[in-house]
């Protein structure tokens, strides 16, 4: 199974008035990310399951990566990937759609780093850009370490191999 971890694309600052779960993506946000879109398309990337946070910057980051990805199903909004996605919950999504060939999880750092770094086996974290999408092969149980790492793309480029990766 292919898998894509979508960090959600740049989104306004921490504000007193703006909740945390309404912070929406800055103009910035939405045309960088429609940019990154369009090269995961050119990649090839034509997941059957957008899964999106609940909170606003994300689902309107899945909503832009389904758009450019002409993908015709729903967007779902899922509580689990939330802050606090993990490994478990991913496991759990994926049984629940039925072990698609090709999914994509929209959510937040740093949990989708931590996630990354659990499934392809790597002790430290692997935090991902905003707006990144990391693309992996996995098999449909979802083992930990057992992940092969495809590419990752975001608002610097894109690269193949996981050696060429600065984690800093």
Known sequence: ?????????EAIERTGTTPDASRHLTSRGRLAFRKIARR????????????????VRSVQTAEILAERLKYDGTVVVAKEISPGFDHRAL???????GNPAEAAFVGHEPDLGALAATLLGIPEGFPLRKGAVLAMEVEKSVPKGAAKFLWLTDGKGTTSRLAD???T
């Open 1 to 9: 199974m292919r898998l894509y971890l979508v960090r959600h694309a």
């Open 165 to 167: 990766i600065s984690r």
């Open 40 to 55: 995961i398309r050119k990649a090839g990337a034509a997941p059957d399951l957008i899964v999106s946070s609940p909170l």
């Open 91 to 97: 496991r759990s999504l994926l049984a629940k759609a």
